[in-house]
Structure formats: C-alpha cells, structure tokens
C-alpha cells in the first residue's frame, strides 16, 4: 500500500480557493467586452412554426447578432449534434432523427431551442427575444411510452427510438419453465433533474486567427470535436478550456446547441460572446436523469437459488437523442445486469421512447443505479414472497469468493470480491441485530418504521487510456497535466498527493493542470467513476519514465554504474556514493547541466480492465401515517473500494452520492402536465434534498484490492447514488409491508406515501 499512497485523509487544497471566492468559474472570467447571449425558446412541447419572426429583435437597442437556424446554415454552419446509437434486436440501428442546435420546422419540447440574441448587455438580449414573433400549429403531445400514432419524428414510427435485447432470450425462458418459484415487480424509476449548483454556461472569443470556446464542462475533447466539426474548422484552429466547474454529474459531459452557437457568433463578429442559463432555464433545457419503467422477473429453485432473470424495460429518451441517450438504459444497464449474483441465465428487453419532453442521458451512475434499483428492489420482494431473509437470500445467491475472476452473463469480467465479507461487515455496522428494538420504540410513537438493504455493484466506465505529463518548472515547483476534468471531486488535491507519495516531492509544490486543449495532447475526460484510477495509473507509467530518465544522468554525477542506482520513493541512492538527491533536487542538477530535456516527462498508459466497486447500503427509516412523511433515521455504507489514496475524499464523495440518491427517492420528482409543460420549473415547486432531510451518514470500507490496476483502486465518484436507491425503496416497503402497501415507488413524498396507506387501508376494509 506503501507504494500507491498512504491513504491518508488529507483536505481538499482547492477549497480555500473556492471559499474566498477565488474561484474561477466561466461566468466570473468571461471576457468583460463579451455580447450577452440569450436563448428564445420554445413556449410549447409540440408544435409545427408557422412563423419566425426576428426583425424587430435585430434592430432592437444594443443587440449585434440574432440567429436562427437558416443564419446558422446561410454561414456553413453544420446544425446537427450526433449522438450514439444502439442496436436493434435485428441487427438494424436505434433510430436518428436530427436534432438542431436550434428548431427547425418544428419545436418538439418546452424549451427547445428556437433562436439566439446577443446584445451589448443581458437585460437588451432578454428585451430583444421578447420581441421575436413567433407563431405556431399545435400537434399532439406524447408523453407516454407507448407506440403513439403521432410521430415526433419521421425516423421513428409510432416514437419507437429502438428495440435493444441482451442475453440468452431462450435458456431464460426454459429455466422460468423449469422453476419452482418465480417472482415478478412492475419497477418506476422516476426522472429527475440534475440541478448541479452552478448551471451550464460558456464563452467564446477570437484569439487571433484560432477561437477559444470555454465550458464549464467535463472535459474538453468530445467539445473540441464538436465545435470543429459544426463550424467546419480545422481542429488546430479552436482551443477549448474547462475552468472550474461546479458539478456536472454526467449532465455536463454531453453536447448542448448553446456551445455552437456561441463559438459561430464569437467568429462571425469577431469579438467575445458569452452565456449563462438561469435556473429555471437550466431546468428545462439540462438533459434530465432516469426515466424508465421496468417489468423485473426471476426463477427460482426449491433452494432458492436463482434460475434466471429477466427484464423487460421502457424508457424515456425525451424529444432528441443526446449524446448518450440510447446507451444508458441498454448497454450501460447491462453491465452490471445480474449485480453480484451467480446466475448465467439472463434476458433483458429495452424499448426506448421519443417524448415531448427534454433529452434523458447521464446523471451521476449512467444506467448502473437504474439496474442495481431493478435488481435489488426485485431480489427484497422475492424475500417476502418465499418467505426467507433478505440478508441470507443474498448470501446464498452471492458469487463465491473463489469464483474471480467471474465472467457474468452480459460480458463483464469481474477481477475480484468478497461480497459476504462486506455485507457481514455491514449488518455488525448497521447495528441489524437492534432493528426490532428501534422498530417497537417507533411504533409507541404511532411511527411505521422500515430498513432497507442493497448490495450494489458498477462497472467503471469511460475511456480506459489516459495520459500525463510532468514538467519541472523554473520556480522549483512541478506541474502535472491531466486529462481528466475536476467537476468538484477534489482532483488537485488527489493527484498532488499520489504524485507527492511516487516521488517525494512537497504536495505543495505540484500544480494540477487540466481542462485546456493546448496544454494537454488528450484527454478522456470525467465521468462514469473513470478519473483516479486511470490517472494515477498514467502517473505511475510518468514517473517510471522519469525514474529511468533520470537514472543515467544521476549515475554518472555520483560516478557509479547505472544499474546501481535506485530511486525509493524519495531520493536516488547507491551503494559507494554520498550523493542522495530527491526528484526536485535531480531536476536542479539536470538544469544547471543543460539537460532541458529531463525536465519535461510525458506517458500514456491504459488500464488492463475495469474496476468493480461494490457494497452495502443500509437505510432506516420512519413514516408518519397520518401524514406520509418519510425520515431517514440512520444510514450505513460499507463500500470496497480496494485501496484508497484518500478516505476523506472517497467518503465525501460517498455522502454526494447518497445525498442524490435520498433526493430522487424522497424529494425529487420531475412533473409535466399533460401539454407537456414542466411543472416543476424552480425550486419552489422541484424538491431538491435538503440537509434537514439527509441523517448523519455512517461510512465504512472493506478492502478486496483491484488486481485490473497496479494501484489495487476502485472508482468511488458514483457508487453512493448506485447503492443508495435501492435502499431507500427496499426500506420504505418494509415500512409500509404490514400495512397492506405492496407496490411502493420513487418518489416518497407524502401526499404519494399517504396515498399508498389510504389505499391499502381501503383495499383491506
């Protein structure tokens, strides 16, 4: 452990930057002789333009530019963002229909956007689009997910974007033929919204002949392509930075029309633009999270082993594909399709719907909380139903330790796990044995209490390759480049301390370098859990390069063969000489001799395979019943991380996670009305969790080390929100069990909790 960090908890460096207010976020460095942008949008879900006025708008007081689709294709502008498509069952691919960076013919959700006004100030740009004429056919609004005679898109009969399959359809069906038992749960997993604190926003200005576009974003590569290939530039002409960002959560990754249009007018007046959404803008604009329904079955034998599983899910894509729409609830929910269990007989079916409704694509899990919420909230109800333990029904169920490496039926190469260690850990942590003490004590209060279990498993996704570089700078300070994108995770203060722990180097002469295309050759960006291990793993490759650099060079200063020299971590050494640099005094050495080249180190490396953190989730909690109120009592998490470069930060991040989790399954809830307009557009009437919601979270690991990276690591950034959903249901069930509920689903808020008892009280008289 020695070696890949001494896993200490060491506070975020970043934050005394980001408390004093030094933090340098899009909308606080944006050029300050930047044109003021502002996005018209779409007042209606659906609806063919009949007229699109903007003349009054142009000549309108202090407005430089107004933009509509035609300017856009007028000046050669490529209007389109692509996105990835899955395929078929036949073999055929989803369906892609254009989607515009902004409307064209027809408006297909609340929001959409329509046209763009840049003017010297933002109140002129708001003033502006108010005067746009805009008029309208109205069409049919489909909200559901079902086969529609009203098309939203040619492309995509009856809203049908794709009809996805996986596993072996007919060994699932003959073990379901053969089982003693078999359970079955019809599965909402409710859309929310990601409300990350600081909303989306950009700036584009000309440098030069080139144009430097920032987003406050998770990366700048997918962007950089975007761009370039919308405004047909050569690559080389555009640089694109990320400044610091506040949250992402996946929603950040993927590309928006606003990106495009920013960096078109920047280089069409030739001077800086910028915008920013507000939140109610963010709200209807930010692709959404979650959003299917699933059918969950599975076969059991008399031992109550599981047979099989299948699944058979509807999800909603919204008006367009996103970036990643189509994969989420197919390709991306397989991969931890059978969670931790020992079955190869598995079957899932996914129909993925076009709505009037604003784009679904990643939010913090990206289809693995969607599956681990399916399976687990099936595997609780399958306890009940045979009359078994939930606990001991998992246990049995488990893969055995001696099993890794497992290939599990959807592909996926699970390198390691002791899964009953942890959940063992876990029922001794979460104080299981005095659960039916607090229950009674609850009960003498008139409270309904409930505790709810998830075993959790996610497969960490994203480009495996990744690079760094290390330069030794003039001031005597060491810049490391990465090419991965801090969302808030606490990026700087992860990778100074693990390039500190390789070579000895003061944390507090390394600089974190990130989010700028010129600077970083490549890079892969943040999301799906990626960013420690495949950039430790890189930096570790760097700093072999930099040992072995180095080592010629120093053998002859301390005037002994290279093979003698040896580097521990913190200083050169050999046997028959005094000499002892450390890595910053080498570079001195190197400098003062001329040798600039072993001042600049650069690697790429590639993991081996994924990482599968897994772990327990623990919930307890109290309804009222005569108001529906849920409360989170206690709330347990043991999590095997492998090894951890800093447990302070991997439980923050666990506490975010959990935090989300809490949210959807208790506060959270995405509401339309049947026009297709979003009535949960501010914060007054879209509950995000609140501290007075969230209990004091008990957080605690049991190792099993990674054998697919040298560092023994396992992502962390979005294992609370996988195991967390799961737990909430599972424990709200239990609560509401005795009293006759049996289908409880996310959202718990009251009026829908109160609604389950009434009921369930009205069924049984």
Same mark, same amino acid.
Request: with cysteine.
């Given at each position: 452990?020695?070696?890949?960090?001494?896993?200490?908890?060491?506070?975020?460096? $970043?934050?005394?930057?980001?408390?004093?207010?030094?933090?340098?976020?899009?909308?606080?460095?944006?050029?300050?002789?930047?044109?003021?942008?502002?996005?018209?949008?779409?007042?209606?879900?659906?609806?063919?333009?009949?007229?699109?006025?903007?003349?009054?708008?142009?000549?309108?007081?202090?407005?430089?530019?107004?933009?509509?689709?035609?300017?856009?294709?007028?000046?050669?502008?490529?209007?389109?963002?692509?996105?990835?498509?899955?395929?078929?069952?036949?073999?055929?691919?989803?369906?892609?229909?254009?989607?515009?960076?902004?409307?064209?013919?027809?408006?297909?959700?609340?929001?959409?956007?329509?046209?763009?006004?840049?003017?010297?100030?933002?109140?002129?740009?708001?003033?502006?689009?108010?005067?746009?004429?805009?008029?309208?056919?109205?069409?049919?609004?489909?909200?559901?997910?079902?086969?529609?005679?009203?098309?939203?898109?040619?492309?995509?009969?009856?809203?049908?974007?794709?009809?996805?399959?996986?596993?072996?359809?007919?060994?699932?069906?003959?073990?379901?033929?053969?089982?003693?038992?078999?359970?079955?749960?019809?599965?909402?997993?409710? @859309?929310?919204?990601?409300?990350?604190?600081?909303?989306?926003?950009? #700036?584009?200005?000309?440098?030069?002949?080139?144009?430097?576009?920032?987003?406050?974003?998770?990366?700048?590569?997918?962007?950089?392509?975007?761009?370039?290939?919308?405004?047909?530039?050569?690559?080389?002409?555009?640089?694109?930075?990320?400044?610091?960002?506040?949250?992402?959560?996946?929603?950040?990754?993927?590309?928006?029309?606003? #990106?495009?249009?920013?960096?078109?007018?920047?280089?069409?007046?030739?001077?800086?633009?910028?915008?920013?959404?507000?939140?109610? $803008?963010?709200?209807?604009?930010?692709?959404?999270?979650?959003?299917?329904?699933?059918?969950?079955?599975?076969?059991?034998?008399?031992?109550?082993?599981?047979?099989?599983?299948?699944?058979?899910?509807?999800?909603?894509?919204?008006?367009?594909?996103?970036?990643?729409?189509?994969?989420?609830?197919?390709?991306?929910?397989?991969?931890?399709?059978?969670?931790?269990?020992?079955?190869?007989?598995?079957?899932?079916?996914?129909?993925?719907?076009?709505?009037?409704?604003?784009?679904?694509?990643?939010?913090?899990?990206?289809?693995? /909380?969607?599956?681990?919420?399916?399976?687990?909230?099936?595997?609780?109800?399958?306890?009940?139903?045979?009359?078994?333990?939930?606990?001991?029904?998992?246990?049995?169920?488990?893969? /055995?330790?001696?099993?890794?490496?497992?290939?599990?039926?959807?592909?996926?190469?699970?390198?390691?796990?002791?899964?009953?260690?942890?959940?063992?850990?876990?029922?001794?942590?979460?104080?299981?044995?005095?659960?039916?003490?607090?229950?009674?004590?609850?009960?003498?209060?008139?409270?309904?209490?409930?505790?709810?279990?998830?075993?959790?498993?996610?497969?960490?996704?994203?480009?495996?390759?990744?690079?760094?570089?290390?330069?030794?700078?003039?001031?005597?300070?060491?810049?490391?480049?990465?090419?991965?994108?801090?969302?808030?995770?606490? &990026?700087?203060?992860?990778?100074?301390?693990?390039?500190?722990?390789?070579?000895?180097?003061?944390?507090?002469?390394?600089?974190?370098?990130?989010?700028?295309?010129?600077?970083?050759?490549?890079?892969?960006?943040?999301?799906?859990?990626?960013?420690?291990?495949?950039?430790?793993?890189?930096?570790?490759?760097?700093?072999?390069?930099?040992?072995?650099?180095?080592?010629?060079?120093?053998?002859?200063?301390?005037?002994?063969?290279?093979?003698?020299?040896?580097?521990?971590?913190?200083?050169?050494?050999?046997?028959?000489?005094?000499?002892?640099?450390?890595?910053?005094?080498?570079?001195?050495?190197?400098?003062?001799?001329?040798?600039?080249?072993?001042?600049?180190?650069?690697?790429?490396?590639?993991?081996?395979? @994924?990482?599968?953190?897994?772990?327990?989730?623990?919930?307890?909690?109290?309804?009222?019943?005569?108001?529906?109120?849920?409360?989170?009592?206690?709330?347990?998490?043991?999590?095997?991380?492998?090894?951890?470069?800093?447990?302070?930060?991997?439980?923050?991040?666990?506490?975010?996670?959990?935090?989300?989790?809490?949210?959807?399954?208790?506060?959270?809830?995405?509401? &339309?009305?049947?026009?297709?307009?979003?009535?949960?557009?501010?914060?007054?009437?879209?509950?995000?969790?609140?501290?007075?919601?969230?209990?004091?979270?008990?957080?605690?690991?049991? /190792?099993?080390?990674?054998?697919?990276?040298?560092?023994?690591?396992?992502?962390?950034?979005?294992?609370?929100?996988?195991?967390?959903?799961?737990?909430?249901?599972?424990?709200?069930?239990?609560?509401?069990?005795?009293?006759?509920?049996?289908?409880?689903?996310? /959202?718990?808020?009251?009026?829908?909790?109160?609604?389950?008892?009434?009921?369930?009280?009205?069924?049984?008289?």
């Amino acid at each position: 452990m020695e070696k890949f960090g001494k896993s200490q908890p060491v506070t975020r460096v $970043e934050d005394v930057r980001f408390l004093t207010g030094e933090g340098r976020y899009v909308d606080d460095i944006a050029p300050a002789d930047a044109l003021h942008g502002v996005v018209f949008r779409s007042p209606v879900a659906h609806a063919s333009i009949t007229e699109l006025n903007v003349d009054d708008a142009r000549e309108a007081p202090g407005v430089q530019m107004v933009l509509t689709l035609a300017d856009l294709e007028a000046a050669g502008v490529r209007p389109g963002l692509d996105a990835t498509l899955v395929k078929n069952i036949d073999g055929s691919k989803g369906a892609a229909p254009e989607r515009p960076v902004l409307a064209r013919d027809r408006v297909r959700f609340v929001g959409e956007p329509v046209a763009m006004v840049f003017a010297e100030t933002l109140q002129q740009a708001r003033d502006a689009a108010e005067l746009i004429e805009f008029d309208y056919d109205d069409l049919p609004v489909c909200l559901g997910l079902e086969e529609s005679e009203t098309a939203i898109h040619e492309e995509a009969p009856g809203n049908l974007a794709y009809h996805f399959g996986m596993g072996d359809a007919a060994a699932t069906d003959a073990a379901f033929a053969a089982a003693a038992h078999v359970v079955s749960l019809q599965i909402d997993d409710n @859309r929310v919204i990601a409300n990350s604190l600081e909303p989306r926003g950009c #700036y584009a200005e000309p440098e030069g002949e080139r144009l430097h576009v920032a987003i406050n974003g998770q990366g700048v590569w997918g962007f950089k392509q975007t761009i370039a290939k919308a405004l047909g530039l050569d690559p080389e002409a555009l640089r694109i930075t990320n400044p610091d960002v506040g949250g992402g959560f996946g929603m950040k990754a993927q590309d928006y029309p606003e #990106y495009v249009i920013c960096a078109h007018a920047a280089r069409a007046l030739d001077r800086p633009v910028r915008w920013m959404a507000d939140r109610t $803008e963010s709200m209807l604009s930010d692709n959404a999270g979650r959003d299917l329904t699933s059918l969950a079955e599975m076969a059991f034998d008399d031992n109550h082993r599981i047979l099989a599983y299948r699944v058979t899910t509807r999800n909603n894509l919204g008006a367009y594909n996103s970036g990643f729409g189509q994969p989420i609830q197919t390709e991306l929910f397989s991969k931890v399709l059978m969670g931790t269990y020992d079955v190869q007989a598995a079957y899932m079916s996914v129909k993925g719907y076009f709505t009037n409704t604003v784009q679904v694509d990643a939010y913090r899990g990206a289809g693995r /909380p969607e599956a681990i919420y399916v399976l687990e909230r099936l595997m609780d109800r399958a306890a009940r139903e045979l009359g078994v333990d939930g606990w001991e029904l998992r246990r049995r169920n488990f893969i /055995p330790a001696a099993k890794f490496p497992y290939r599990t039926v959807t592909g996926e190469l699970y390198d390691v796990g002791d899964f009953d260690r942890v959940l063992s850990h876990a029922e001794a942590s979460c104080d299981r044995a005095g659960f039916a003490a607090r229950k009674a004590a609850s009960e003498e209060h008139g409270k309904l209490r409930g505790i709810g279990l998830c075993y959790y498993i996610e497969s960490i996704l994203g480009d495996p390759s990744e690079g760094a570089r290390v330069t030794f700078d003039e001031d005597g300070g060491v810049s490391l480049f990465v090419g991965t994108q801090s969302n808030g995770q606490g &990026h700087e203060t992860v990778y100074a301390r693990f390039l500190a722990d390789q070579t000895g180097i003061p944390m507090e002469r390394i600089r974190v370098v990130q989010g700028d295309s010129d600077l970083i050759a490549k890079g892969g960006g943040t999301g799906g859990s990626r960013s420690v291990t495949v950039q430790a793993n890189v930096t570790l490759t760097a700093v072999a390069g930099m040992v072995a650099a180095f080592t010629p060079f120093l053998a002859d200063s301390m005037g002994v063969e290279e093979s003698a020299v040896r580097f521990d971590n913190e200083t050169f050494r050999a046997e028959g000489s005094n000499l002892t640099p450390t890595m910053l005094e080498a570079a001195e050495m190197a400098r003062a001799a001329g040798r600039d080249d072993l001042l600049r180190h650069e690697a790429r490396d590639r993991l081996p395979g @994924r990482s599968y953190p897994n772990g327990a989730h623990v919930a307890e909690v109290e309804v009222d019943p005569e108001t529906g109120t849920v409360t989170v009592e206690r709330y347990t998490v043991v999590d095997d991380f492998g090894n951890l470069i800093n447990p302070l930060l991997a439980e923050g991040q666990v506490h975010g996670g959990v935090a989300q989790g809490i949210g959807q399954a208790v506060t959270e809830h995405v509401v &339309h009305d049947e026009d297709g307009q979003l009535l949960t557009a501010t914060f007054m009437d879209y509950g995000m969790p609140r501290a007075d919601i969230l209990p004091m979270f008990r957080f605690e690991t049991e /190792p099993v080390p990674s054998t697919a990276n040298p560092m023994g690591m396992k992502g962390c950034g979005e294992a609370g929100t996988v195991g967390a959903m799961a737990a909430m249901g599972n424990a709200v069930q239990d609560a509401l069990w005795d009293r006759g509920v049996r289908q409880a689903d996310m /959202p718990f808020t009251p009026l829908r909790v109160w609604s389950m008892l009434r009921d369930a009280s009205q069924t049984a008289a």
